[in-house]
């Protein structure tokens, strides 16, 4: 079982940065596929950016450029650093870990919310 706790999200204006970290408890974090998502209110859950373990990262279109996702094995934690932030960009921010050989996230964080205001 792993149990997975975000935290850095907060009330920002349109053009700041917020950095999001999650804490991760278990002793296989290195082998797990770590991945952020957001839910914005009235629509889908999205994937914003994932990071493979091995450092490979992915990210969503509409975040290219803006957002970067980072590990630290040492410390259990994946980070996700968000810059230029738009209102658009407002959603409850999620972290999942995958673990290896499974299709689909399997552990979920509780979520914390980004707000960008105008």
């Known amino acids: 079982q792993v149990q997975l706790v975000e935290s850095g999200g907060g009330l920002v204006q349109t053009g700041g940065s917020l950095r999001l970290s999650c804490a991760a408890s278990?002793?296989?974090?290195?082998?797990?596929?770590m991945g952020w998502f957001r839910q914005a209110p009235g629509k889908q859950r999205e994937l914003v950016a994932h990071i493979t373990s091995g450092g490979s990262t992915n990210y969503a279109d509409s975040v290219k450029g803006r957002f970067t996702i980072s590990r630290d094995n040492a410390k259990n934690t994946v980070y996700l650093q968000m810059n230029s932030l738009k209102p658009e960009d407002t959603a409850v921010y999620y972290c999942?870990?995958?673990?290896?050989?499974?299709?689909?996230?399997?552990?979920w964080g509780q979520g914390t919310q980004v707000t960008v205001s105008t």
């Open positions: 278990g002793r296989t974090f290195s082998m797990y596929r």
């Open positions: 999942a870990a995958r673990r290896p050989a499974v299709v689909e996230y399997d552990y």
